[in-house]
């Protein structure tokens, strides 16, 4: 069986992924919704990863690069839902990245023996 850690840092990475798109899609500009898209792709591999315990490192990087994106997309002067949004995934992304860390998570992932 998987631990709590392994299960909600996949439900957040791959939830806040899927927000993110869906954000990208309420915002309504064509042309602004390609990156929404990759990072989250990018989200869905990282969490589907975490979910089968493989690839901690890459999952890592991910989760810093596309909480600075977030964190830079909640600082810049848009509109207050997009920038509350942001902030929260990019709050999601750092805990994901943090429950990844952990001992439970990173037994299971082979990176530590008992």
Known sequence: MRPLEIRVACLLLVG???AFVVL???RGDS???RFPVIVGALGVLAGVSVFLGKFAGAVLAFAVLAAVAHALIALDPAQVWLR???GLFAAAH???GVLVLTRPAREFMGKVTR
Do not use: E, N, P, R
Request: hydrophobic share 65%; charged share 0%; glycine share 14%.
């Open 84 to 86: 509350v949004g942001s």
């Open 16 to 18: 806040s992924a899927v």
């Open 24 to 26: 990208g899609l309420v």
């Open 94 to 96: 750092v805990y994901a």
């Open 31 to 33: 042309a602004a919704l």
